[in-house]
């Protein structure tokens, strides 16, 4: 196109781990034209990695850890489309992740919500790990039961609302789509998939839910002052829910798979409720990136 690619996607890495290449990678393998810029923090020297894979993209490095709202940031100030999505360096985004993105921007909509598939869908521990995280992101999901994540945005948002809070450990896309109008929250499209990689070790997927709810409970916390009773019984109840998404938003052998799970959902789920009510009271004092 004459004026440029329509569609920015920023990657955003910390410490430059090693997935980082074949999340890269999965952004260049899209059969669109699009800009693409590395936001990495904490170290690690991104641009090396990424040039020893063989893959030429700008990177913007920082030695210091950037929260994911300050790395989005950086991205958006660094790229020029009029629209802008967002993945993770745990992520990889699936055939058509950005023409579906696209195609849904010019059709009207000013923010687009993505699914999210397991990386290891015979793996109890992952499918435990996926269930709990993303439950309400299965791509079998109707749109009325969706949670609005992985979203891509018009420009035009962060210049009429503000940019992502910088400050915030996690919750910082959630606090964004908060300040915008109904008309303007994301549409659901589960056409767009993205793999997540998911733990496939039980210990260290218990540890790693006890962190994702020290997060969560920590940013409760901090916007809401809430009692630690209450993020606890907030995560814990979702035990009540997992089997019915898995149910509606997963198919054949991988809903099978998925239901397998479910005591390894019950226990994870428990430490994701003690670290929403240690969160909760203490904060995230780990400072670890959402």
Known sequence: MADGPELAVVVIG????????????SVLDQNIPFEIVVVNSGGGNAGTLLADA??????????????????RNRGIAATKAPFIAF?????????????VRLRRHREGAAAVASAIVNSHPRNPVACAAHLITYMRRLPGLPAEKA?????????????????????????EDTEFMARLPEAMQPVWEPQILTVHRNETRLLEMLADQYRRG??????????GGENPARPFRKVFRDRR?????????????????????????????????????????????????P
């Open 54 to 71: 063989g893959l030429d993209v700008p990177v913007i490095e920082f030695e210091h850890r950037l929260f994911a709202g300050a790395a």
């Open 87 to 99: 993945l993770a360096d745990d992520c990889l985004a699936c055939p058509g992740w950005a023409e």
């Open 147 to 171: 949670q609005r994540y992985g979203v891509s945005f018009d420009r035009k948002l962060f210049d009429r609302y503000g940019l992502f809070d910088e400050q915030l450990a996690s919750g």
């Open 14 to 25: 910390f410490r430059a781990p090693t997935n980082l290449v074949a999340a890269v990678r």
């Open 241 to 289: 829910i997992v089997g019915k998404l898995a149910k509606a938003g997963l198919s054949g052998k991988e809903r099978t798979f998925a239901l397998l799970s479910l005591p390894i959902v019950w226990l994870a789920l428990f430490a994701k409720s003690l670290g929403a009510a240690v969160g909760a009271r203490h904060g995230d004092k780990e400072g670890r990136r």
């Open 214 to 223: 020290r997060r969560y409970g920590a940013y409760l916390g901090s916007v």
